[in-house]
């Protein structure tokens, strides 16, 4: 296999596009530390730290899930099933993911680096829950969390309350729309004995729950807002995001799927980036 279709074959096992979700959130929590744009360098090395660690998770989860995805007709053509990528070549890509980030933490500034193991323990434990708890989605939840936690410990050099807030809408959001995508492995996931809400709850109740969610999570947004004394600027951008989590919940219907992927992919990809923007330009007017 050609080189360059090597490298796109790593990217689409670890669904790299997807790092556009969360990593939005981990750039406003850097501008809130900093009180506006922070140093390049930090910038950089956030990136860099928020991509590997979410490399290595992702190439944890196809590892560990091989045999199952190799029976889910959805999965079953994913890389590491479907031999495009073999068990040894993705564990050799998590721990070379995994260096990257220790480096990237120690980049940053100690505590970071002190700090480090702890979130590879958390990102690696998410790959196992599913098979234990339907509260899979809090674990993943809280797993992306970590992201806009670190960002400010990579600008602050310490740990603060004010950074909760903006941490807490991201676990509800993430697990809001995790609930959302493991609505359409809901059968696969009661046959194989693998936990979810959908599987616990039945597609009704998991839909209520995800839209009770992703209340809480523009109520930690609009907190946030509060926290940081931020002003009309953000809040418009918050009316907005209000605005796209509706349309979101309105794509999927107890007896209608099949936009779940726009909701899943599209919808999210824009909450994660008005957020950011409405942050950084509060600041720039302020």
Same mark, same amino acid.
């Given at each position: ?38 140093? %390049? ?5 956030? %990136? ?57 933490? #120690? ?23 599913? =098979? ?59 046959? #194989? ?6 599987? =616990? ?9 995800? =839209? ?40 999927? =219907? ?33």
């Amino acid at each position: 296999m050609a080189y360059s279709a090597r490298v796109i074959s790593y990217l689409k096992m670890i669904k790299f596009s997807h790092s556009l979700f969360a990593l939005p959130f981990a750039f406003s929590s850097a501008v809130l530390a900093a009180g506006g744009l922070p140093e %390049t360098n930090i910038t950089l090395w956030i %990136t860099v730290a928020m991509v590997s660690a979410r490399s290595a998770a992702m190439g944890l989860n196809r590892v560990i899930d091989r045999k199952i995805d190799a029976q889910n007709p959805r999965t079953k053509n994913r890389e590491i099933p479907a031999g495009v990528i073999s068990t040894a070549q993705a564990a050799a890509f998590i721990a070379l993911s995994s260096i990257i980030f220790v480096f990237s933490a #120690y980049m940053l500034n100690p505590l970071c680096l002190k700090l480090s193991p702890i979130v590879l323990v958390v990102i690696y434990l998410y790959s196992y829950t599913k =098979r234990l708890t339907w509260g899979c989605h809090i674990v993943l939840g809280v797993a992306i969390a970590l992201a806009p936690l670190g960002a400010w410990i990579a600008v602050r050099g310490s740990v603060s309350w004010e950074a909760v807030p903006l941490s807490a809408a991201v676990v509800f959001w993430l697990a809001g729309f995790d609930i959302l995508y493991a609505l359409q492995d809901i059968e696969f996931d009661r046959q #194989y004995g693998l936990f979810s809400i959908p599987q =616990r709850f039945g597609v009704r109740r998991s839909l209520f729950i995800a =839209r009770g969610f992703h209340f809480l999570t523009w109520i930690f947004l609009m907190t946030c807002g509060g926290v940081f004394h931020l002003g009309i600027v953000y809040y418009t951008g918050m009316a907005i995001v209000a605005g796209l989590l509706i349309y979101e919940h309105n794509l999927v =219907r107890p007896g209608d799927l099949s936009k779940l992927d726009m909701a899943f992919f599209n919808m999210n990809g824009y909450i994660s980036v008005t957020v950011l923007v409405f942050i950084a330009l509060d600041k720039l007017f302020k």
